[in-house]
């Protein structure tokens, strides 16, 4: 048994010096290599929205695997972690990153992991931008967080513009316990709605929840005009099926985490009408939809992670520009220094976006005034463009 | 057949009833343990000798009758619920609450046991199993012990020298820091008797002492019951198949069957007794 | 060859090498940049000492008094929002309640305090919100033992694995929300500056249990856990010794829920779940079930495998070697696979029931060289042992086959094996209910 | 009729997701009346017989793949069975159990790593999902088949402990282990029977659940699994007519609560179930008295 503890301990000790040196080594010696940190769950209960956030991000890495910073032309790497869609894994996972010298991180697809995550980043003066963290919280009170997104209040407001514009005067909020994103958004389209004069009924479904009957019988039993649900795909696929078997007879209303080829895959053949607000409208970048779709097509794992096929996510498009956010920002800031980095993002203009132009405001929030509406097409499974609506 | 003796009861089974669903482990038996004296429990296998145990020591509530220890009646128990119905003996009908007892409270009104199947603590070593049993004598809270109040050290010291001088007495001195289940088999019998000491009882229940000894064994046993009888002024109820042993040492036999009281009396009594013989040899279904 | 040294030395020993590893963490804490390797060792460490008491906690608890109980991560979570809805700055409530109004508590106990007592007032201000949590778990602990530990083994196990998940769902019910702010994240708190903070705390209340155990109490905490009827024989009371044992237990997991919430700097209740239950039993299991020594190395070992050293699992290469196999999620597998390995192989973990003493770590030093070097003689001789065993294993079977096919030969020829047994209703056992 | 209008879409799905529960029950009950064992993995192999049917479905015809769906839970139960918890038959009680937790951590995290933490969309069988209308409510086919095939296989499996050999040793074995070894009984048949008929009625309910909910994921099997254990203690642990009734309070109770509004509890409203009747009657509804020699 000694003799076991002997082996354990001395595994351990050689493990960690070979970890600590192999980073120490990287990290001093960065060389023509730079490193773009990617802070994404790749499990839990975001796992599936992480992964094609993170899929945007490769893809971009793939097109532009170089930067010219300075005069001097680096190869981008990045270095990807699993925050598990957990509070209390974020930090570790955080502080992996910043430990393995990146320049700059990416993410989180997840509100609440970035606020978790926001605290080592500050500490450590890495600057972070997030892709489609909707919560004002992320960036409120970290300088260190900018992010590319639009926000939850926007967004809540849109979505009741649009519903109470489109005749729907009672609303069914079901939002997911424990999930500060859609009680987040829920909350913000509850104050809208209010406001505008709708009536609403609100509840939530614990977590592991996979039986959405009787939320869909309260709905109907309610007597509501639009049923807003912006929880994640996983709970959202299993709405869209509950609602067709109980015929739910009202429009499904979601955010951006519904702009997802799961939602697409799950409505298609089925008579449940879904609309979302997002980021991103396929289509208005042909050369970017293509390209992508012919990555997948050719990278296997790559389209696994998109759910077996290669329909877009707007989350994909937004990782997408978020590394050219991340590469203008280290060549406005001529430097791999993320101090210098950070110092650069304010004023930063990037443009040749896929999902438009990303300036910042002083909290560190991208400057987007609107939203597409997009609504699923029963028939082919695909997003029909609607409108633009903006907050006002 | 209440027998003849001045000393005082330290130990008073009445109508000890105890029910299983149909079936009746032990049925009214009544006993007496005066002070000082050496009782026999005797029968064949499952007369419920085991069982009169338990009801004693709490571990099982009667279904009927009153355990008195040292005056206090601590259990009394009429058949309720279910049992009334299947029951048929001396309180049928008869009902008020019933007043029964935890094991430790059994234990801290000063009655010991050892089990025919060891139970010592197998984690510990041999000084520690002793010293649990000095626990419930403690008086320091849980918050002085943990952080060693002058009052916990000194207690910890009383217990750790009165649990070696015990442990001296019985024979275990040398074993004190190995570990209970490394004894051998007779030593860790004696480490169950020491354990039940530890605790300052005034009566002892002894389950099969001598259970898998061989004669010269239970010649040495029989001599240290007496010895312990004496020197911690004990009165004693024990259960035994060594009729060597029994009639040895005994001053009284009760003698149990099917759960029944077939016979009580003195050692030469209870060999002449036809039901007992019968009991034993003949009870051939 | 056995040596032991006089308590005086080994006094010295200990507060020399605990004093030594503080000021490694602080220096290190302090001087350390972000952006090195070694700072995430500073990081396991800080989470590693945080698990390591919640470890022994439940070791104390399952290991100690044989009580196997699954609500861990509830009480670590009553101890995390208690710590955190005392602490927040009055100005953060605003942002922090956004939903609610800026919450009901409108005041944090360290500003308070500072305002009056200065930096002293500042970690005064921490440590009450803390010890307090610690208390408000003890006192949910009590009202939950009352029923729930007259309950057996694995009875006991899933009413406190389904009375973790009832207050998980509590902390986030939205009409509690001016407290804990429902399903949304609580931060800006106060927390620790320094990693030699939870090191301190942890190793503080770490050694009280470890004085615990060792008391009267303690032992009478192990006979419990050893034969609950033979405890009972010794007038121990059960049930006042468990539940001594479950709000003690309930305490220490409130304390490191508190440091968790600092370490995490933000906490919601979704991670506080049965998995994580589950992580720290497995870290008890890892290091020995009744060994605190064990627990301590357990939590390190897990922390840092599972969340530094083998994330490289995760991203195709690891320490050189690249795999398809190695895609998102493999560490987990391999994780548990070892626990497994663990659970079925070595089931007493790395150090069984035995604690660390300077006497055996000195011993075990010495001979040491003399180990190694009989090492490959030794696992030449045990090979050979084994070996000996299958053969004797093989023909065992071979002799029971012969047996079985005697018996079915008998059987086929119409004699009877044994009588059958009697119906249901016949069969009687002895027993008492549970109480 | 309004009270049955406004309320039957949830009994009915109560019903159906009680049915379901009782299939998983079912393990659950039995492996405890002989092992003593909760058996944390058997949500797992719920959970893994639906995302085998996921896998299968794609290459093999339908009846082939439900075929072969039962016989994978039965070889992924047995076979954890003899890898985990009968070589530490004789070991603690506590580390049987905490095998049992081992192996669900490695199920759930093995799945993660094959399905890469996606939801897996459970394949449309025969008209087990069509879309039917009874009264006020419209619900899937499923809903009504669930009951009947639950309390057709339930009867099936009672007359088969009470009428068959096998299992008469069954209810031997869950009387009194040691005695039932020396009478001759092999132990180890009668438990990797019952792990048989355990998984296969898992595997069974998956293919009913997961048509009902589509989506399967990791962790698809923890919380079934937990509240299909409840059912079983309230029903008494080791009676098969008792889980089935547990199950189906259990399913058409949590509808209710959700109906009523109060969502955030409907799960913790089964462990409050879990705590109340082990106070009150720790054996369950049809339970017998659990008995300890002393």
Redesign the interface.
């Known amino acids: 048994?000694?003799?076991?503890?002997?082996l354990?301990l001395t595994l351990?000790l050689a493990?960690?010096s070979?970890?600590?040196?192999?980073?120490?080594g990287d990290?001093g010696s960065g060389g023509d290599t730079i490193k773009i940190g990617v802070f994404e769950?790749?499990?839990?209960?975001n796992?599936?929205g992480g992964?094609q956030e993170t899929l945007g991000i490769q893809y971009a890495n793939e097109v532009q695997p170089t930067v010219e910073i300075g005069g001097k032309e680096y190869n981008v790497e990045l270095?990807?972690?699993?925050n598990e869609s957990?509070?209390?894994?974020?930090?570790?996972?955080a502080?992996?990153l910043?430990?393995?010298?990146?320049s700059i991180v990416l993410g989180s697809y997840g509100s609440?992991v970035s606020?978790?995550a926001?605290?080592?980043f500050a500490?450590?003066?890495?600057p972070a931008i997030g892709v489609t963290c909707t919560n004002?919280?992320v960036t409120?009170?970290c300088e260190q967080y900018f992010r590319i997104c639009f926000l939850d209040p926007f967004q809540g407001t849109v979505l009741a513009n649009y519903a109470w514009e489109n005749g729907m005067k009672k609303a069914y909020c079901l939002?997911?316990?424990?999930?500060?994103y859609?009680?987040?958004l829920v909350?913000y389209f509850i104050e809208a709605f209010k406001g505008l004069g709708g009536e609403v009924v609100?509840?939530?479904?614990?977590?592991?929840?996979?039986?959405?009957?009787?939320?869909v019988?309260?709905a109907?039993?309610n007597n509501c005009d639009v049923f807003f649900s912006p929880v994640s795909?996983?709970a959202a696929?299993?709405i869209i099926?509950?609602a067709?078997?109980?015929?739910l007879g009202m429009p499904i209303l979601a955010g951006d985490t519904w702009d997802s080829n799961?939602i697409t895959?799950?409505a298609k053949g089925k008579n449940v009408e879904v609309v979302v607000t997002t980021f991103y409208q396929e289509g208005g970048n042909p050369e970017f939809d293509s390209g992508i779709k012919e990555w997948m097509e050719n990278n296997s794992?790559a389209k696994?992670?998109n759910?077996g096929n290669t329909d877009l996510a707007a989350v994909t498009a937004m990782g997408y520009d978020a590394y050219f956010v991340a590469l203008e920002a280290m060549k406005a800031a001529g430097s791999t220094d993320?101090a210098d980095i950070l110092a650069a993002l304010p004023e930063l203009n990037a443009t040749g976006l896929v999902c438009g132009d990303v300036t910042f405001n002083e909290v560190g929030d991208a400057n987007k005034t609107t939203a597409f509406v997009k609504k699923c097409n029963n028939e082919t499974g695909a997003w029909e463009f609607v409108k633009e609506q903006s907050a006002e | 057949m209440a027998k003849q003796d001045n000393r005082e009861v330290v130990l008073r089974l009445s109508d000890i009833t105890m029910q299983f669903g149909g079936v009746v482990a032990v049925d009214n038996l009544n006993l007496e343990v005066h002070k000082n004296e050496i009782v026999g429990l005797i029968g064949p296998n499952g007369a419920g000798k085991t069982t009169a145990f338990n009801c004693i020591t709490g571990v099982y509530e009667p279904t009927n009758g009153a355990v008195e220890i040292n005056g206090n009646v601590v259990i009394e128990n009429y058949p309720q619920g279910k049992m009334k119905d299947e029951y048929a003996g001396k309180n049928q009908g008869k009902y008020t609450k019933a007043l029964t007892m935890l094991p430790d409270k059994v234990t801290k009104l000063g009655v010991a046991r050892t089990f025919q199947n060891i139970r010592l603590f197998k984690g510990m070593t041999v000084l520690e199993n002793v010293m649990v049993a000095m626990h419930m004598n403690q008086s320091e809270s849980v918050f002085g012990a943990t952080f060693r109040s002058k009052k916990a050290r000194e207690e910890e010291k009383v217990m750790k020298e009165e649990a070696l001088e015990l442990l001296k007495k019985l024979d275990l001195y040398d074993n004190r820091d190995d570990m209970s289940t490394s004894l051998p088999y007779g030593k860790q019998r004696h480490l169950e008797i020491a354990r039940a000491l530890a605790t300052h009882p005034s009566i002892l229940l002894l389950d099969e002492p001598a259970a898998g000894m061989n004669p010269q064994e239970s010649d040495d046993l029989m001599r240290f019951i007496g010895r312990i009888r004496d020197e911690f002024d004990l009165s004693i109820l024990m259960i035994e198949h060594h009729m060597q042993v029994i009639m040895g040492i005994c001053e009284h036999i009760y003698v149990l069957n099917y759960g029944g009281q077939i016979a009580d009396g003195t050692p030469a009594e209870i060999q002449a007794n036809p039901a007992v013989i019968e009991a034993y040899l003949g009870g051939d279904e | 060859m056995e040596k032991t040294l006089n308590n005086k030395t080994k006094l010295v020993l200990s507060i020399a090498a605990i004093a030594l590893l503080l000021i490694l963490v602080y220096v290190g804490d302090n001087t350390i940049p972000a952006n090195s390797s070694w700072k995430m060792l500073i990081t396991v460490i800080e989470k590693g000492s945080i698990f390591a008491l919640v470890a022994a906690s439940m070791n104390l608890l399952n290991g100690f008094t044989g009580l196997f109980s699954l609500g861990q991560a509830g009480f670590m979570l009553i101890g995390a929002y208690t710590y955190a809805i005392f602490t927040i700055p009055g100005k953060s409530h605003e942002a922090v309640y956004q939903y609610f109004d800026g919450g009901l508590i409108q005041w944090s106990i360290v500003e308070i305090l500072e305002g009056k007592l200065g930096v002293f007032g500042h970690y005064i201000g921490m440590f009450i919100p803390m010890i307090g949590a610690g208390l408000l778990v003890a006192v949910v602990a009590a009202l939950i033992g009352i029923p729930v530990l007259r309950l057996k083994s694995d009875y006991l196990a899933i009413a406190t694995l389904g009375f973790a998940e009832i207050l998980r769902a509590f902390f986030q019910w939205n009409s509690l929300g001016p407290i804990t702010n429902g399903s949304n994240v609580l931060r800006k708190y106060t927390t620790y500056g320094n990693a030699i903070f939870p090191v301190l705390v942890s190793g503080i209340c770490i050694a009280i249990i470890v004085l615990l155990i060792n008391s009267t109490y303690g032992r009478a905490f192990r006979a419990i856990r050893d034969d609950e009827i033979a405890a009972e024989a010794m007038g121990i009371n059960l049930f006042k010794h468990k539940e001594m044992s479950f709000v003690i237990s309930s305490f220490f997991a409130g304390i490191s829920g508190a440091l968790l919430a600092m370490f995490q700097t933000t906490i919601n209740a979704m991670p506080f779940n049965t998995v994580m239950t589950y992580e720290i039993l497995l870290i008890v299991v890892i290091g020995g079930i009744g060994s605190i020594t064990g627990s301590i190395l357990g939590a390190f070992l897990f922390i840092s495998t599972s969340e530094w050293l083998l994330r490289g699992l995760d991203a195709g290469k690891w320490l050189g070697i690249s795999s398809n196999l190695m895609r998102p999620g493999f560490r987990k597998v391999v994780f548990a696979i070892i626990i497994m390995l663990i659970v079925l192989f070595y089931a007493q973990g790395i150090m069984g029931s035995r604690e660390f003493s300077w006497d055996s770590f000195i011993n075990w030093w010495k001979n040491l060289p003399a180990n190694l070097k009989a090492w490959p003689a030794k696992r030449k001789a045990k090979s050979t042992a084994k070996k000996e065993a299958r053969a004797r294993k093989a023909a065992a079977k071979a002799k029971a086959k012969e047996a079985k096919a005697e018996g079915e030969a008998k059987r086929a020829s119409g004699e009877a094996l044994f009588t059958p047994l009697p119906t249901s209703d016949e069969v009687m056992v002895f027993g008492k209910e549970g109480k | 009729m309004g009270f049955i209008q406004t309320w039957l879409p949830y009994i009915l799905a109560g019903v159906a997701v009680g049915g379901q529960y009782a299939l998983i029950a079912i393990g659950y009950t039995m492996v405890y009346g002989i092992l003593r064992l909760i058996n944390f993995a058997h949500g797992d192999v719920f959970m893994w017989s639906g995302l085998i049917m996921v896998y299968l479905i794609t290459i093999l015809p339908l009846w082939l793949s439900v075929i072969l769906v039962i016989i994978f839970a039965i070889v992924l139960g047995t076979t954890i069975e003899k890898v985990a918890y009968r070589p530490l038959r004789s070991a603690p009680r506590m580390s049987i159990m905490i095998s049992a937790i081992g192996v669900s951590y490695l199920l759930q995290n093995f799945a993660l790593y094959i399905t890469g933490g996606l939801t897996k969309t459970y394949p449309t069988i025969g008209w087990l999902q069509r879309t039917v209308s009874i009264g006020s409510a419209t619900t899937k086919m499923v809903t009504l088949v669930t009951p009947v095939l639950t309390i057709v296989l339930v009867f099936l499996l009672v007359m088969l402990i009470k009428h068959t050999k096998i299992g008469m040793a069954m209810r031997a074995v869950s009387r009194d282990f040691e005695t039932s070894s020396l009478m001759g009984i092999d132990i180890d048949r009668v438990i990797t029977v019952t792990f048989v008929i355990g998984c296969a009625l898992a595997a069974i309910g998956s293919i009913l659940y997961f048509s009902n909910y589509t989506g399967i994921q990791p962790m698809s099997g923890a919380m079934p699994g937990l509240k299909a254990f409840v059912a079983a203690v309230f029903g008494g642990i080791g009676s098969v007519p008792g889980a089935v009734v547990g199950a189906f309070v259990i399913g058409v109770a949590e509808n209710l609560i959700k109906g009523i509004g109060w969502t955030n509890f409907s799960d913790a409203f089964t462990f409050v179930l879990l705590i109340i009747i082990l106070m009150v009657k720790p054996t369950g509804l049809f339970g017998e008295k659990n008995i300890d020699k002393v």
């Open positions: 048994m000694k003799k076991f503890i002997a354990m351990l493990m960690t070979l970890a600590a040196c192999g980073g120490g990290s769950p790749a499990s839990g209960d796992g599936a992964k270095a990807i972690v699993d957990d509070n209390s894994k974020a930090v570790t996972a502080q992996d910043v430990s393995k010298g990146v609440a606020i978790a926001a605290d080592v500490d450590a003066g890495m004002p919280q409120a009170d939002s997911k316990q424990g999930d500060d859609s009680k987040g909350n609100e509840e939530q479904f614990p977590d592991k929840n996979s039986d959405f009957t009787s939320y019988a309260n109907k039993k795909t996983e696929a299993l099926d509950q067709e078997a109980q015929s799961v895959g799950a794992e696994t992670n759910g993320p």
